[in-house]
Structure formats: C-alpha cells, structure tokens
C-alpha cells in the first residue's frame, strides 16, 4: 500500500460529510475509498465497528468515516453526531496514535453562536490530543502538522450548513430555489409555531424541497453528492464556497 499523509476531520452531521467529500471530489482532485479492507490505511482501521455494539443497541447506525485519497494525503471525515461530536471523537482519538496524523480539522456550525465562540470550544476540548491545535476560525496553521477549525457558514456570521447551501443553490438552480422559498414563506408565524420549527429549518426546508425535487425519494445527502450544488459555476459564484474550499485546501494539501 502506498505510504499517504493522513488527515482527520471531525463534522457534526451527515450532510456536512457529504458535503465536504464532494468538495474534496469535485475541487481538489480526492478519489472515494473503495470497500476492501486491505486497502485501507492502517490507521483508519481504528475506525471499523464491531457488532454487534456493546451498547446493546442493534439497530443503531454503524459510525464509519467517509475516506477519500489522492496519491499523497489519505482524508477520513468523521461523523460525531452533532453535539455529540466532540464526546464521540474523543472517544476515537484516545484509541489512535495521533503522532501520525498530519493534519486535524474540524468543520461545525455556528447556529446562534459567534463563530470565535464555537472555535474556543472546540480547540480547548482536543487540547488534550493536539496542544497545537489552531482557533482561529477559517485559518490553518502549522507546517508538520496542520489544524484548523472552519465554523459554518463564513467564520464570521450565524449560520448552519444550509445557509451556505441556499447561495450554492441560487446558483446553481435558481428557478427551483425561487419556486422552493415561495412554498416555505407561504407558511404563516402561527403555522411555524405549531411546527415547532428551531432556527434555521426555514433554510432546512427550502434544501429538502429542491431536494425532493432533484432527486424524488432521495435524502439531502444523495442530493449534495450527486448534484450541482458543489460545481464550478458555484465555488467561482459563492464567495464562502470558495473559501472553505481554500481552508481544506490549505488544511489537506
């Protein structure tokens, strides 16, 4: 097996994978690791889950990264479960020699927090497995070894993954996207409130409707993956975009 830099990034859900693997795919020339354990880089093999767990809990999701590659750097992008993440990654990085990790990130959303806030949080809780690790939200630092933190959705403002994506897909569908907010807005405050809807599922909702619409049955996560919202017209068009793809750029390559 070829000998890689290896790099781990910790995200708090599956559309934030998935969209962070089409950006490594799609912009900075990544391959998908294919099944076949023998071909898997000896530390990822950390990552592989016993069942049954020994939770007890059967029919909960087995929890293993997306791997993706180039000739040089071997990425795993770990799913931690929203808050969860930093308690289920800790978990995980107690297990690994993180002496052979080049790089460490993590990607998050602000929501109602300011973005130096989120920052703060994460690098003081993995202090204990990286003493260098970078707050600075947006920047990577180091030349051995790399970190970074990249807080949702511009370093600087409130925000979640589908506040980036709603940009991306003004680009890239506006008609659609256009059609999907006239639908959402057409729900009145009290509606909402019976909804029971938390900041930012206006922006969620309008994501799963062109979803539905792109990929008919199919989750939002198919949809990043397969379709447009990740693609040239859109990392040149959204200026956060190309910015997060700089900061893995910087972080990975």
Known sequence: MVSRRLALIGVEGNHDQAFLAKILRKSLGFTAFKDGEDDLDDLWRKFIPVYPPKSGKFHVRLNFPSILHTDKVSVAIYVGGGSSLTQ???????????????????????????????????????????????????????????????????????GVLETLLCKCGEVAYPDYMKRASSYINSFSAEEIKKLKWKPYDREKA????????????????????????????????????????????????
């Not at 602000?110 to 949080?121: I, N």
């Not at 990043?224 to 990392?235: A, E, F, G, P, R």
């Not at 793809?245 to 390559?253: G, P, R």
Request: hydrophobic share 40%; charged share 20%.
């Open 206 to 253: 309008t994501i799963a409707t062109v979803a539905s619409v792109l990929k008919p049955g199919k989750t939002n996560t198919v949809s990043i993956s397969d379709n447009k919202w990740i693609c040239q017209q859109t990392t040149d068009s959204v200026p956060e975009l190309f910015a997060l793809t700089d900061f893995l750029k910087k972080l990975l390559l």
């Open 88 to 158: 289920s990654l800790s978990v995980i990085l107690s297990n690994l020699d993180c002496s052979q990790l080049s790089s460490f990130g993590i990607v998050a959303d602000s929501d109602k927090k300011l973005p130096e806030q989120v920052a703060v949080t994460y690098s003081t809780a993995f202090k204990e497995f990286f003493p260098e690790f970078f707050s600075t939200p947006g920047e990577v630092a180091g030349e051995s070894f790399r970190s970074g933190i990249y807080v949702l959705p511009d370093n600087t403002s409130e």
